[in-house]
């Protein structure tokens, strides 16, 4: 018995094998990798292109160098040019060099004097940027000067850094035109920290995201960016009750549901879009939201877009054996959400049977198994359901194949409690004889 038990294993677990190492999609998935690639190597050309202002620490400036910074910069505003050079983004890269270094350099009246000119130059800009800029140096500064013993310098700081955040809330910018959108993200981050530690209330963080979509891009990802920042703010218990957040979060997530129900994709594009997120050096939560939820509204359209839809989720479990996406706890969630929001009674055998490969995939995925294996293990059983009607002529390979692998699963699964399967799966007695054959290891099992 116990021998013909382990061999029964083998032959079933080899079914399941056979899913996990499936080639039939090898020459779709090197072609979405040689573009990945692609993409990859093209971003990193642009970065090179673009300076990274963060990464100044690596660049050991000389004593002379820093002074030149500086004295450009308070020439640049003596003389009404700082809006036409390069002398505050300069300003900004000198903000990140080391405490030690900048102290040693500048001197407790330099860093008044910049105080004060910053905060001209703040009055003076129309551009929401520029006001970005100046609250990223004042920040960083805040941070050097804490060495210093000056009580007047660290107030003259913090004073530039509320008079800043105040003209934000009630200036009117101009449209932004060169800004990036990775820029914008960075913002809300910055507007978030700012109401988490009171240096705004939460109508002026409404405000102010308002303002940053109205003269940036609109792109969906600063939404979603937005979204993301809300929910955080609602978990917390000093704002989970207030209302206006709640609201707020509702209309930002009407304006999405809009735009995604107006959003004819082809695959093509859907493919680009999935391309551009995994060539991408971060993992960034709101990128996979964006494309899962773009991957929903194009996969209801009609069955030839759900195959294809379900063929990049595939793809996406192989991608994650190189990056590890799904060991983020919330880009798992939501992939999981829209995946099983796709399946329906009504799809047809073929795209039953490719769910079903999904589900089996997903099954042997340790993140997945650990955290939503009672969700995969019904979905499982409702589309062999689905499947075992008079309208489908069952075989091996639509159907028995799959009671075998379930078989293996239940029979495996620690905490199996689904007892009466032959009796779920049957609509008839012939019918329950026959799916009883391909379920001897759970009733070997139920029998121990």
């Not at 910069?73 to 003596?78: A, G, N, P, Q, Y």
């Amino acid at each position: 018995m116990i021998i013909n038990q382990e061999s029964l294993m083998i032959k079933k677990y080899s079914l399941v094998k056979c899913i996990l190492t499936n080639s039939c999609n090898k020459n779709f998935f090197n072609q979405l990798d040689t573009l990945i690639l692609k993409k990859y190597f093209d971003n990193a050309y642009e970065y090179s292109l673009t300076e990274n202002i963060e990464r100044i620490n690596a660049h050991d400036l000389s004593f002379n160098a820093i002074n030149k910074i500086v004295d450009d910069f308070i020439r640049c505003v003596e003389n009404l040019s700082i809006f036409h050079n390069r002398c505050l983004f300069e300003m900004v890269k000198l903000s990140f060099l080391p405490a030690k270094k900048l102290n040693k350099t500048i001197s407790v009246d330099t860093y008044f004097k910049l105080a004060t000119y910053l905060h001209y130059v703040s009055h003076e800009t129309n551009k929401l940027s520029f006001d970005f800029l100046i609250l990223r140096i004042t920040d960083n500064f805040l941070l050097k000067i804490k060495n210093i013993d000056n009580t007047d310098l660290s107030s003259a700081y913090t004073n530039l850094k509320y008079a800043i955040l105040n003209k934000m809330i009630i200036y009117s910018y101009i449209p932004e035109k060169r800004e990036n959108e990775a820029t914008f993200l960075c913002w809300i981050d910055r507007l978030l920290y700012a109401v988490v530690e009171k240096e705004i209330d939460l109508s002026s963080f409404i405000i102010l995201s308002k303002k940053i979509l109205e003269i940036t891009s609109k792109s969906i990802y600063i939404y979603w960016k937005l979204i993301n920042s809300i929910n955080y703010l609602l978990s917390q218990k000093d704002y989970f009750s207030f209302s206006c957040l709640r609201k707020y979060k509702s209309d930002l997530q009407k304006y999405i549901d809009e735009k995604y129900l107006y959003h004819n994709l082809s695959t093509d594009e859907l493919q680009n879009i999935l391309v551009s997120l995994l060539a991408k050096q971060n993992i960034v939560k709101e990128d996979y939201y964006y494309f899962f939820e773009v991957l929903a509204s194009f996969a209801k359209k009609s069955e030839h877009n759900k195959l294809f839809s379900l063929q990049l989720c595939e793809y996406l479990l192989y991608f994650n054996q190189k990056k590890q996406i799904f060991g983020y706890r919330f880009i798992r969630k939501h992939f999981i959400d829209v995946l099983l929001s796709l399946f329906h009674k009504s799809d047809f055998i073929n795209v039953k049977n490719k769910e079903l490969q999904i589900l089996i995939e997903l099954w042997f995925n340790d993140a997945f198994f650990c955290f939503e294996r009672k969700r995969l293990l019904f979905s499982i059983i409702n589309i062999l359901k689905s499947i075992n009607t008079d309208n489908v002529k069952l075989n091996h390979n639509n159907f028995y194949k799959y009671c075998d692998i379930l078989d293996y699963i239940l029979a495996t699964s620690p905490d199996n409690d689904f007892a009466d399967i032959i009796d779920f799966l049957a609509f008839s007695n012939e019918n329950k004889c026959k799916i009883a054959k391909y379920f001897k290891l759970t009733n070997l099992h139920k029998n121990i």
